[in-house]
C-alpha cells in the first residue's frame, strides 16, 4: 500500500479529463468511473492503466521493501492471521476455555478496527484531521506501524458515513426519496456494537453482586465459623434467602448470554464491512 498513487494525482486527472472527485461512496465511485470511461475511453486508459504500470516499474525497488516492511508489520505488531484478547478480558498465561474465548476475541478486534484503522482512514488523506487529532509523526512515512490508536478519530469517521445516502444518483425532484447507504447502515451497526462493547458490556452490574449471591455467601460465613456451607447451614431464612439469590443469579447469568450470542451474530452479519 502506498501512501501515493499516481492515478488519483491532479496529472491523471487532467490526463484523463474528469479530474477525480475525492470522497466517494463506493457506489459513487462506480458511477464516477463509468462516466469517465464513456467521455474519454483512450485517455482513461492512459491515467487508470498506463500510470498504474509505470509507476510499478519506478517504484519496484521500494515497493518490495514496503512488502518486508508489511509483513513484519502483520507478522509481529498488528498479528493479522490471529483473532486476540485484551489482557483485560484474558491474562496473558492464563487458560480460557474456546467458547469464552470468541466474545473478548472477536469484540476487541472491532475495537482495533474502529479505533486503529478507522482512525488512520479518516486522518491518512487529510492534513486538517492529522492536525485536529495530532497524529504523531512517526505515524506517517516508512516508520508508520499500526499502533497508533485514536477511538475519536474512528468515531467521527464512522459518524460520517453513516449520514451517507443515495441522493447523488437521483433526479433533484426525486432526491427527498434519498435512501442510507449499505455503507451507511453498516457504520451505524458498527458505531452500536463498538458502544455496547466499550460502554454497556463493561458497565454491566456484576451478577452475583447484582443478585444478592455474595451477600448471601458473607452471611453464611458469619453463621459457620468462617466456612462457606449450605448444606450445613440450619438458618432456615439462610436457606431461603440463598434459593432466592440463586434463581435470580441464574436469571441474570442468562440474561447475559443471551445478549452476548446476539452481539456476536450482529457482529459477524457485518464482518464484509470491516475493511479498510
Known amino acids: 500500500m502506498r501512501s501515493h498513487y499516481w492515478t488519483i494525482s491532479k496529472f491523471a486527472g487532467w490526463i484523463r479529463g474528469t479530474p477525480s472527485p475525492g470522497a466517494l461512496t463506493s457506489e459513487g465511485w462506480d458511477a464516477w468511473h463509468e462516466k469517465a470511461v464513456k467521455l474519454h475511453p483512450v485517455r ?4 487508470e492503466e498506463g500510470l498504474d504500470y509505470l509507476q510499478k516499474f519506478v517504484y519496484y525497488i521500494p515497493d518490495k521493501l514496503n512488502d518486508v516492511r508489511y509483513y513484519i508489520n502483520n507478522r509481529w505488531v498488528s498479528r ?3 483473532l486476540t484478547a485484551h489482557a483485560r478480558d484474558i491474562r496473558p498465561g492464563s487458560w480460557s476455555d474456546v467458547g469464552n474465548r470468541f466474545l473478548p476475541c472477536l469484540f476487541n478486534e472491532l475495537v ?5 484503522e478507522q482512525a488512520w482512514h479518516h486522518c491518512i488523506w487529510s492534513d486538517e484531521s492529522r492536525t485536529k487529532f495530532e ?6 512515512g516508512w516508520l508508520r506501524w499500526r499502533t497508533w490508536r485514536c477511538p475519536e478519530a474512528g468515531l467521527e469517521y464512522l459518524k460520517w458515513a453513516s449520514t451517507l445516502t443515495n441522493a447523488e444518483f437521483l433526479d433533484e425532484d426525486k432526491k427527498h426519496e434519498a435512501v442510507l447507504t449499505y455503507q451507511a447502515t453498516s457504520a451505524k451497526e458498527i458505531i452500536e456494537l463498538y458502544t455496547w462493547w466499550t460502554v454497556t458490556y463493561r458497565n454491566r452490574p456484576d451478577p452475583y453482586e447484582a443478585s ?3 451477600a448471601v455467601c458473607e452471611a453464611q460465613r458469619e453463621a459457620n ?3 462457606l456451607s449450605f448444606s450445613t447451614s440450619k438458618d432456615p431464612e439462610l436457606k431461603k434467602q440463598s434459593d432466592k439469590a440463586h434463581k435470580v443469579l441464574q436469571k441474570i ?6 445478549e452476548d450470542e446476539e452481539m456476536m451474530i450482529r457482529l459477524i452479519k457485518i464482518r464484509q464491512s470491516l475493511w479498510t
Do not use: L, M, N, Q
Open 225 to 227: 465459623g468462617g466456612k
Open 253 to 258: 447469568e442468562a440474561a447475559y448470554e443471551k
Open 112 to 116: 482495533d478496527f474502529v479505533e486503529i
Open 44 to 47: 482513461y486508459w492512459i491515467a
Open 135 to 140: 497524529v504523531p509523526w512517526w505515524r506517517s
Open 212 to 214: 444478592g449471591w455474595t
Open 80 to 82: 493479522s492471521h490471529s
